[in-house]
């Protein structure tokens, strides 16, 4: 009786082991069947050796112990070269370069990427920021050598940083390790010492002030050059006017005396007689006239004509 009681609570207590070991299975297969992708992050899940990649965010599902899944960081991340990040300093063996001039210059560079394929850039490569690394080296040293010293310095930062982006980019293609180069800025430029950073910065000085005195020069030009234009302008205008005045006062004369000729044609004598009379009445009116006469004693006299006829304006 006490057998069979015994054998009933084993059975009974086996039966609830065999239960919970399949619960056990039942919620590890469970934990092991899902996966969740969070923003800026992509997975790689692994198929028997065959890698897939998943890019959307959100729970996702997998065969459990039979699919591996892998996680990748998608966002924007970036390294220096040529300095240390915390403290600043140069590295020279990075930061060290030689121009198209045979000048030494420091440089420090920072370059952003992003992981744009999560399978190549877990499988193509052990180590995909070294090999851009490598990359981004080996291009701004190229690309520094091309110019000379006072251009990587001042004006050429611009054009310097996107010819080392394009090679970059081409490299990149050719690698094809599953990432893409997002942006590379000229942190720092200057001469290795003290003196060659002061001569610098005179000729900087220099320049601007010789751009200070074009400018100068230039508004100086802008604003004289509209007045002479103004001032040429009232010039040819009354030169302009003198001539039509002078013209028109010609052609008046010119019409006047072929006028008195053709009368003079008509009756000469009479056109004579007025012509002398305007004449004497255009001329005598300025004129002082003084009668002179001497009577038989020999005593001169003289008197002025407007004495006795009164004077007029």
Do not use: C
Request: proline share 4%; hydrophobic share 40%; aromatic share 8%.
């Amino acid at each position: 009786m006490n057998q069979k009681k015994n054998y009933q609570n084993l059975s009974g207590y086996s039966g609830f082991i065999k239960w919970g070991v399949i619960l056990a299975v039942i919620a590890l297969l469970a934990f092991n069947s899902f996966f969740t992708i969070n923003e800026q992050e992509a997975a790689v899940v692994t198929t028997f050796g065959i890698a897939s990649p998943v890019t959307e965010s959100g729970l996702h599902f997998k065969i459990p112990f039979v699919q591996q899944v892998t996680k990748v960081d998608t966002t924007i991340k970036g390294f220096p070269i040529g300095y240390e990040p915390n403290t600043n300093n140069s590295i020279e063996d990075e930061s060290l370069m030689i121009t198209s001039d045979f000048n030494f210059v420091n440089v420090d560079f920072y370059i952003e990427y992003r992981v744009t394929d999560p399978v190549k850039a877990l499988y193509a490569s052990q180590n995909y920021e070294a090999i851009l690394k490598t990359i981004a080296q080996s291009s701004i040293r190229a690309e520094i050598g091309s110019y000379p010293v006072d251009s990587v310095i001042t004006t050429g930062k611009s054009e310097i940083q996107s010819n080392i982006r394009e090679k970059i980019n081409r490299h990149l293609e050719t690698h094809d390790i599953g990432i893409s180069l997002i942006n590379i800025t000229i942190q720092d430029a200057e001469p290795p010492t003290a003196e060659v950073v002061e001569a610098f910065m005179n000729v900087e000085s220099a320049k601007q002030g010789a751009e200070t005195a074009v400018n100068n020069a230039n508004k100086y030009r802008n604003e004289q050059i509209p007045a002479a234009e103004a001032e040429v302008d009232q010039i040819l205008k009354e030169a302009e006017s003198t001539k039509e005045a002078r013209i028109n006062e010609a052609q008046g004369q010119a019409a006047r005396f072929n006028e008195i000729y053709n009368e003079y044609k008509k009756y000469p004598l009479i056109t004579k007689q007025r012509m002398f009379y305007e004449a004497m009445e255009e001329l005598l009116p300025d004129l002082k006239v003084i009668i002179d006469g001497s009577d038989a004693g020999d005593i001169t006299k003289i008197l002025p004509i407007e004495s006795i006829v009164g004077t007029t304006n």
